[in-house]
């Protein structure tokens, strides 16, 4: 059975950080590329980081580069993603994201609630 979750979402004041983590389960986590997806109210989801499966390349989008990174343990089967100097424009429910460099499957989290506010 194929799992991903996440936790580590939470509220925090703005400039501040959180690490979320996302533990894999049910699949060979070697071989996925794994990817943070946010999702605002009424916005579409997108793209915040992604990781090659090997740690050895990453993307970040435009609106977090800088302040958020994203890594990987394989042996512990998790992905991780540090926000730092957050802003209330990162509130968003946070996903993340498996996909398979062979078998080309994409995996979802359930989501983990992240609100930047005073």
């Known amino acids: 059975q194929v799992q991903l979750v996440e936790s580590g979402g939470g509220l925090v004041q703005p400039g501040g950080s959180l690490r979320l983590s996302c533990a894999a389960s049910?699949?060979?986590?070697?071989?996925?590329?794994m990817r943070w997806y946010r999702q605002a109210p009424g916005k579409d989801r997108e793209s915040v980081a992604n990781?090659?499966?090997?740690?050895?390349?990453?993307n970040y989008a435009d609106s977090v580069k800088g302040r958020f990174t994203i890594s990987r343990d394989n042996a512990k089967k998790t992905v991780y993603l540090q926000m730092d100097s957050l802003d209330p424009e990162d509130t968003a429910v946070y996903y993340c994201s498996a996909f398979g460099i062979w078998s080309r499957t994409t995996y979802w989290g359930q989501g983990t609630q992240v609100t930047v506010s005073s």
């Open positions: 990781i090659s499966h090997t740690s050895g390349s990453t």
């Open positions: 049910g699949f060979t986590f070697s071989t996925y590329a």
